[in-house]
């Protein structure tokens, strides 16, 4: 039986939206407020989904203790509390929520071997949402 | 096709133990979860039902009926329960989230014959879910 497990996490981060390759003027009309020199934060929640066939002897798809370490280790502490444009993934992206997002779920896909990982989901604000699983379309 | 979601709540306590495990493993393997006095959440519970509107009722499914099959086949028989000691599919299966999304969907689907079951989402707290689909 393969069942699906979402695990949701938060951090807080900073950042700011500038495009070294774009004009002062297009930068500003592009971020808007988000191009403020300064930056500025959010709260970010992450939805981890983790799928697989649900093991006879334990019920789980995943063992928590594995993912919730997995995540601590690998994002949470990477990016809790930290300026997103200091870090080597954003030197050359503009740290984006979709930037955020996709540098996350390829950290997960590429190291993450308890379960098979399916998506994520961020969200920025509580009006804003972003998913992404690696390309693929998106299971209702 | 149109999708339909109607959401339910129940609480219910529970704990982890394989008996082929030793105790460590036990413990080792299920954490505080463990605790043979046994511990409960506030599930929330997502059902989402698939199908056609109905030219005549404007209707994917009777919400009614909908409604009545989950409180008669899942929330009398999960809410304020012992779920290791009083729901039978339990008597030989570790009930997790996972377990027990299966078994809220094999509860429904033999019953629903309204709607076609799209999936089960089963909230052991905001911050933890599981989706099943019926896949095997």
Redesign the interface.
């Known amino acids: 039986m393969k069942a699906y497990l979402t695990r949701r996490y938060h951090f807080s981060a900073s950042h700011r939206l500038n495009n070294s390759k774009l004009s002062v003027e297009e930068n500003r009309r592009t971020y808007g407020k988000c191009n403020n020199p300064h930056g500025h934060g959010h709260n970010y929640a992450l939805e981890v989904t983790v799928s697989g066939p649900v093991d006879p002897e334990t019920g789980m798809v995943c063992n928590l203790v594995d993912l919730d370490g997995f995540v601590q280790r690998e994002i949470l502490e990477r990016y809790g509390h930290a300026n997103l444009n200091t870090l080597a993934e954003f030197s050359q992206q503009v740290p984006t929520t979709e930037n955020l997002c996709a540098a996350v779920y390829s950290r997960l896909h590429k190291d993450f071997r308890l379960a098979t990982v399916e998506k994520i989901r961020m969200e920025e604000t509580m009006m804003n949402s972003f998913e992404y699983a690696g390309g693929r379309e998106l299971r209702h | 096709m149109v999708?339909l979601t109607r959401k339910a709540e129940f609480s219910a306590s529970h704990y982890?133990h394989?008996p082929?495990?030793s105790a460590e493993e036990n413990r080792r393997?299920?954490?505080k979860c463990n605790n043979p006095n046994g511990h409960g959440h506030n599930y929330l519970l997502e059902v989402t039902v698939k199908g056609e509107v109905d030219a005549r009722s404007g209707f994917v499914v009777d919400l009614k009926e909908l409604k009545d099959t989950m409180n008669r086949e899942v929330i009398e028989a999960l809410d304020h329960r012992h779920l290791n000691k009083e729901v039978p599919e339990f008597a030989d299966?570790?009930?997790?989230?996972?377990?027990l999304?299966?078994a809220i969907w094999n509860r429904l689907n033999s019953k629903l014959n309204i709607a076609r079951l799209?999936?089960v989402r089963l909230y052991e707290t905001?911050?933890?879910?599981?989706?099943?689909?019926g896949?095997?």
């Open positions: 999708y982890y394989n082929k495990f393997i299920f954490g299966q570790i009930p997790t989230s996972e377990n999304a299966i799209h999936r905001a911050d933890l879910f599981v989706d099943f689909y896949e095997a």
